[in-house]
């Protein structure tokens, strides 16, 4: 697997909770990150709003502002394909101001 940014895994953090309410293992899984990348971006993603945390069942949703980031992630990435997706690299324009 390539190396993601933060925003990427992130995202992928955010997907594995949109339609239930799910453990922070299951997340970890269905994301493809550690037990300490979970720890950190659970711990950020709460902090910001994006996932919501039940103490009582101690599962995770990802919340409407995260649904947000999500959209707003995927527009972003369909607007600028990675350099790798390029297949010519005359596409690539230089606008001076």
Avoid: C
């Avoid at 190396?3 to 899984?29: C, F, G, P, V």
């Avoid at 979970?38 to 409407?64: P, W």
Wanted: a positive charge; hydrophobic letters at 35%.
């Amino acid at each position: 697997m390539k190396n993601r940014s933060d925003i990427e895994i992130m995202a992928s953090i955010l997907r594995s909770a949109i339609k239930n309410w799910e453990y922070q293992t299951t997340i970890m899984n269905n994301a493809g990150v550690s037990h300490s990348q979970i720890i950190r971006y659970l711990s950020i993603a709460v902090k910001n709003g994006l996932m919501e945390y039940s103490k009582v069942t101690g599962l995770y949703r990802t919340t409407k502002y995260g649904l947000t980031f999500l959209d707003k992630h995927d527009s972003l990435f369909k607007l600028f394909p990675s350099i790798e997706e390029l297949t010519d690299y005359s596409q690539i324009r230089i606008v001076d101001n």
